[in-house]
């Protein structure tokens, strides 16, 4: 089913006084350009509490429309009052699933990472937006919560980009798929979620005829069950343990930016561009 109304990038810009169709203020920025920079005050390891308004010059940690962030979080995260999940570690750095490393280490702003949050932040083309937090490296540095810390804040965001953009055109949550790209087309501009050498996922209600699956009634934790029900996958499973272990890993991992960002950690730690790894995706290497 179909929203009523679709938002324009003129009718987001209208004010931060009116609502959206679900009751939550609309963005007095361009709203494609905000979901981007909604959590950036977790970027520069603050709390919603201690969160400025401008960073690097431009507005940032504005509400996004259409419940997109809520939805978003809901795919990662429980509902309700968070608890600690991981005793000791209180810190925006993410721990990675795959190694149990924390993988920030030092001050927030050390070794370049202030300067790529500032160059991220700047970033208004919406296009290009999207395509700079896909090939973001500091943005994978954070969790979506300090009581969830194998969470991502980039693929939280890459999310909230995708249910964001996806509302705005009309679709509702249970209109939505997950379908998988030509690792060796072209992103669609804020629906890809993953796009690395192995493989290109988006979020979409218009999956055509590609492989796809859809997320269900509502946002939860489901992304394992929704990779079991894609028709076709895109690692070579019968060719290679590697990519067996991959896909029976992510059979099991249920919050969607955790996986997401597994993927991506799985594929850079088994080198798939080496002779060893070519067999990663249907169709061989870039």
């Given at each position: 089913m179909r929203r009523v109304v679709a938002m324009t990038d003129s009718s987001?810009?209208?004010g931060a006084g009116r609502e959206s169709g679900d009751g939550e203020a609309v963005t007095d920025v361009v709203s494609m350009l905000a979901v981007y920079r909604h959590d950036v005050h977790?970027?520069?390891?603050?709390?919603h509490s201690s969160a400025r308004d401008w960073v690097a010059g431009v507005r940032v940690n504005e509400t996004v429309p259409l419940g997109a962030d809520r939805d978003a979080a809901l795919l990662s995260r429980p509902s309700g009052e968070?608890?600690?999940?991981?005793?000791?570690?209180?810190?925006?750095?993410?721990?990675?699933?795959?190694?149990?490393?924390?993988?920030?280490?030092?001050?927030?702003?050390?070794?370049?990472?202030?300067?790529?949050?500032r160059e991220l932040v700047r970033v208004e083309d919406p296009v290009a937006m999207h395509e700079a937090w896909l090939s973001s490296d500091v943005a994978g540095l954070f969790s979506e919560s300090l009581f969830y810390p194998y969470t991502s804040l980039q693929y939280h965001t890459l999310l909230a980009a995708a249910l964001l953009d996806n509302y705005r055109a009309?679709?509702?949550?249970?209109?939505?798929?997950?379908?998988?790209?030509?690792?060796?087309?072209?992103v669609t501009p804020h629906r890809t979620v993953l796009s690395i050498p192995e493989m290109q996922l988006c979020v979409t209600g218009e999956p055509?005829?590609?492989?796809?699956?859809?997320?269900?009634?509502?946002?939860?934790?489901?992304?394992?069950?929704?990779w079991a029900r894609l028709p076709e996958h895109p690692l070579d499973v019968d060719g290679d343990r590697v990519w067996r272990v991959l896909?029976?890993?992510?059979?099991?991992i249920r919050s969607w930016s955790v996986a997401l960002q597994f993927v991506k950690e799985y594929c850079?730690?088994?080198?798939?561009?080496?002779?060893?790894?070519?067999?990663?995706?249907r169709g061989g290497g870039r």
């Open positions: 987001a810009t209208a977790k970027l520069r390891g603050r709390s968070p608890e600690q999940t991981l005793a000791a570690h209180e810190s925006p750095s993410r721990v990675s699933l795959l190694t149990g490393d924390v993988v920030l280490s030092g001050p927030v702003d050390a070794d370049g990472r202030g300067a790529a949050v009309g679709f509702e949550f249970a209109d939505l798929f997950l379908a998988v790209e030509d690792p060796d087309g072209s055509g005829d590609r492989p796809a699956a859809r997320l269900g009634d509502g946002p939860s934790r489901c992304f394992a069950d929704v896909d029976a890993q992510l059979r099991r850079r730690r088994f080198d798939p561009g080496s002779d060893a790894g070519r067999g990663g995706r």
